[in-house]
């Protein structure tokens, strides 16, 4: 019972609330846009509305356009650069979780000297301490799943040694957040189950972790209700306006999360299969992977699986205390069939159980903190377990 809270973003929610971004007061004078390098910032409009409301208020702005759906350090430095060329004061990110996070990345580096590595805990980074904080970030989130626009998070991967570790502090927290369901009208039915898988494994993992707090524990419990009921109709219909505002509610609760409590060994597993093989989805991943991972846990944390079986709708209370935890373990599968996602193999990818002890060794390596939020200590053998029966 003992905590600190600390959530600093505003954060403006609902559909339409893209346009108060018009008359919301922001955080400079020029602003670094920071987008993919896919069409549907453009094809949708999103990037010329947004210019228009900067435009509006008088706020110039640079467009920085490169971002992967894994976002790599090479770009981080690139969109510093320009930041720092173009005299931007703060940073936008227009788009999903990779797009925000790169604007959190390049937030960083804009005010810091080095390289990004330098200041990255894990792996081969160096841990430095940050120096001067970071530029004001503004998060538009035009995707429901990393939460990224409620928490300080940001994921990044360099390339050349296959390291895919998350960083953050007080100042990658957004100072403002956009989190308008109208956006999110158009994304594909498999890319709203990826995102939407990935919201419900930070609140899952959060919930489950040895640093949950009873705040974190409300989100995560109201984000995984909401998921449950919710993700399959969005999928379903996309043009489904209530679903994906509860969606996008959902997938916000599980960025407070990972801002009150933390995520757990499996994404750690997952960061080391995509860093890997980048063309795999990270929500994709876990999806992968969370059979065989909560199976594992279920009866280590048999009160938390059983408060998570009830959160997804499952009347427990006729079942034998025994069976009451893997009860969630079954209605993920079934949430998984109902969003089309139960068939998804890490061998369309490429990928190979002979590498299971390299994807152990680096998840250890790049995201080992996040083993020691487990309620067990994982040991190699258990991981591979892990792997090996997630395999298809």
Request: aromatic share 8%; hydrophobic share 40%.
């Amino acid at each position: 019972m003992k905590f600190t809270y600390s959530i600093p973003t505003k954060i403006l929610f609902g559909p339409g609330s893209f346009n108060d971004l018009a008359t919301t007061p922001l955080p400079g004078k020029k602003a670094l846009i920071v987008i993919t390098a896919g069409k549907s910032m453009r094809a949708n409009g999103y990037l010329d509305r947004l210019i228009a409301m900067l435009d509006k208020q008088g706020i110039g702005h640079a467009l920085f356009d490169k971002i992967l759906p894994n976002p790599v350090l090479r770009h981080v430095h690139e969109g510093a650069a320009l930041a720092r060329e173009q005299g931007c004061d703060f940073v936008i990110g227009l788009g999903g979780g990779s797009s925000i996070d790169s604007a959190k990345s390049i937030a960083v580096m804009a005010k810091n000297p080095g390289d990004y590595w330098d200041y990255i805990s894990g792996g081969s980074g160096k841990g430095q301490p940050l120096v001067n904080g970071a530029l004001p970030i503004v998060a538009i989130a035009t995707t429901a799943g990393t939460g990224t626009e409620a928490d300080p998070w940001t994921v990044i991967t360099k390339e050349d040694t296959n390291e895919k570790i998350g960083f953050g502090c007080a100042e990658t927290f957004p100072v403002l957040s956009v989190v308008d369901p109208e956006m999110m009208l158009t994304i594909p039915a498999h890319l709203t189950a990826y995102q939407g898988f990935d919201a419900l494994f930070h609140a899952t993992e959060g919930y489950i972790a040895n640093v949950a707090t009873p705040l974190s524990d409300a989100y995560a419990l109201k984000s995984i209700e909401l998921l449950a009921k919710y993700l399959p109709a969005a999928v379903k219909d996309g043009s489904d306006l209530e679903a994906r505002t509860q969606v996008a509610l959902a997938s916000t609760l599980s960025g407070m999360v990972e801002s009150t409590s933390c995520c757990t060994s499996e994404h750690g597993m997952e960061h080391a299969l995509s860093a890997f093989y980048p063309k795999l989805p990270h929500g994709a991943g876990l999806i992968m992977l969370s059979e065989a991972y909560y199976s594992f846990f279920a009866d280590k944390a048999p009160e938390r699986f059983t408060a998570m079986a009830k959160a997804m709708g499952v009347v427990t209370g006729h079942l034998p205390e025994a069976e009451r935890p893997m009860a969630f373990v079954k209605a993920l599968v079934e949430l998984q069939k109902a969003c089309g996602v139960d068939g998804l193999k890490m061998s369309d990818y490429g990928i190979t159980p002979e590498e299971f002890p390299k994807f152990v060794d680096n998840a250890r390596s790049t995201m080992g903190i996040l083993f020691k939020l487990d309620r067990l200590k994982l040991t190699d053998e258990d991981l591979v377990k892990i792997y090996t029966e997630s395999y298809r």
